[in-house]
C-alpha cells in the first residue's frame, strides 16, 4: 500500500484526512477516467450515496457518456456528461484513474483539494491526498473500506454500486484479482441487500441485438498468430455504423478471443478516429500485459492493460501484435 500525500509526505491516516476534506468541503465533485467502465462508475455513484448521507451537494462529472448498460445503478441519473466544469468545486475526488490525463479535457479548479482513489499498477500518486493500492480488486473496494468508517447507513443501493464495481473489475471474479476478501465483501454487500441475480441480468443479459450483430461482424474477422497465442479482433466505425451499435457495447468483446485454447494474449483494435486506436489487452498466464501497455504509454493491471495509438490498422496491429509474441514467447 502507498500512502502519501502531495510532496512525498507519508500520512499515516490517510482515511481520516480524506473524511475531513469531505465534511468540510462546501461542494465537492467527483470524477473519473473517459469511457468509464463498471468500477468506475458503481465506485462514483456509491461515494455520492455516502456524501449526500452528509449533506454534501454532490455532482458527478464524466468527460464521456454514461453506457446505457449501467444505467440500472441505483443513482445513475445524477451522472452529467461534459468536458467543461462549470462550478466552484473546493474537493475533487478523481476515481479510478492511473493518472490525470485519464479524465480527459476536464480542467480540475486549480484552488481544489483533489482526493486521489486508486488501484491500479503503477498508478501516479498525482492528488493532495492518495489513497491508492495496487493489491485491491477494484477502486470500488477502497470506496467501501474508506466510506465503512463515516456515520452513514450502509443501504442496498450503495452496497449494489460497491458490488458491481467489485463484479466487473474481477471479470464475474473470473480475474486474479479475486481475492479471499473481495469474496467476503461481495458476501457483506448481499447481506446489505444486494441482489446478484439482478446486477448479473443486467450487466451480461440485457444486451441490445446491435451487440450481437458487431460481434458477429467481428469474430468472422478475428486473427489468430504467434502459433495460436495471440488472439486479435478489430473493431472499426464502420462496423459501428453497419450494425448500429455504440461504442460501449464493445466492452466484454475480448473475453471472447482471451477464451480460445492455446491463446496468451487477447487484443481488442477499437477505432477511435481516423488512424487512431484503442487497444484493449488481456492475458492468461504469466504473461503481464501491463508492461506490454507501458511500452504504447499505457497501463492497467497484470493481466488486463491497455493503451491508445495512433497509425493506420496496419501499422497498429503489427506493431501490438509483434510485440505481443514477443511476451507471449517470454522474451
Known amino acids: 500500500m502507498r500512502v502519501e500525500g502531495k510532496g512525498g509526505i507519508v500520512i499515516n491516516t490517510i482515511q481520516d484526512q480524506i473524511y475531513q476534506a469531505a465534511v468540510s468541503a462546501s461542494r465537492p465533485l467527483i470524477t473519473s477516467h473517459i469511457n468509464s467502465d463498471g468500477d468506475a462508475i458503481g465506485s462514483q455513484l456509491a461515494l455520492y450515496g455516502a456524501l449526500t448521507q452528509l449533506g454534501r451537494p454532490v455532482t458527478i462529472i464524466n468527460t464521456s457518456p454514461l453506457p446505457e448498460v449501467y444505467c440500472f445503478l441505483p ?39 483533489v482526493i486521489n482513489i486508486d488501484h491500479h499498477y503503477q498508478g501516479e500518486l498525482f492528488g493532495n491526498l492518495n489513497w491508492c493500492r495496487e493489491e485491491a480488486c477494484s477502486t470500488a473496494e477502497l470506496v467501501y473500506e474508506l466510506i465503512k468508517e463515516w456515520d ?21 471474479f473470473h480475474f486474479d484479482n479475486t481475492s ?4 467476503k ?19 451480461y443479459e440485457n444486451m441490445p441485438a446491435s451487440t450481437l450483430k458487431l460481434l458477429a461482424y467481428g469474430l468472422e474477422e478475428m486473427e489468430l498468430s ?22 460501449w457495447e464493445t466492452d466484454n ?20 478516429g481516423d488512424d487512431y486506436y484503442k487497444v484493449s489487452m488481456r492475458s492468461k498466464g504469466e504473461v503481464n500485459v501491463a508492461q506490454l501497455a ?38
Not at 442496498?156 to 474481477?170: H, Q, V
Not at 479471499?180 to 469474496?183: C, E, R, V
Open 294 to 331: 507501458q511500452k504504447f504509454n499505457g497501463g492497467g493491471h497484470y493481466h488486463a492493460a491497455g493503451c491508445r495509438i495512433r497509425g493506420s490498422l496496419a501499422e497498429v496491429k503489427q506493431r501490438v501484435v509483434d510485440l505481443a509474441h514477443n511476451y507471449s514467447a517470454g522474451l
Open 226 to 247: 504467434a502459433e495460436g497465442q495471440v488472439a486479435s479482433l478489430v473493431i472499426t466505425r464502420k462496423l459501428l455504423e453497419q450494425s448500429g451499435a455504440k461504442a
Open 152 to 172: 452513514i447507513e450502509l443501504n442496498a443501493a450503495i452496497a449494489t454500486n460497491i458490488y458491481t464495481g467489485i463484479l466487473t473489475d474481477t471479470g464475474s
Open 75 to 113: 443513482h445513475a441519473e445524477v451522472i452529467q456528461h461534459s468536458e467543461s466544469i462549470n462550478g466552484d468545486f473546493d474537493v475533487v475526488f478523481i476515481l479510478d484513474c492511473a493518472d490525470l490525463n485519464r479524465v480527459g479535457k476536464l480542467a480540475i479548479p486549480n484552488r481544489a483539494t
Open 185 to 203: 465483501l461481495a458476501a457483506q454487500l448481499v447481506d446489505l441487500g444486494v441482489n446478484p441475480r439482478y446486477v448479473a441480468e443486467q450487466l
Open 253 to 272: 468483446f475480448i473475453n471472447y478471443p482471451k477464451s480460445l485454447k492455446g491463446v496468451r494474449v487477447a487484443i481488442l483494435f477499437q477505432q477511435i
Open 180 to 183: 479471499s476478501q473481495s469474496l
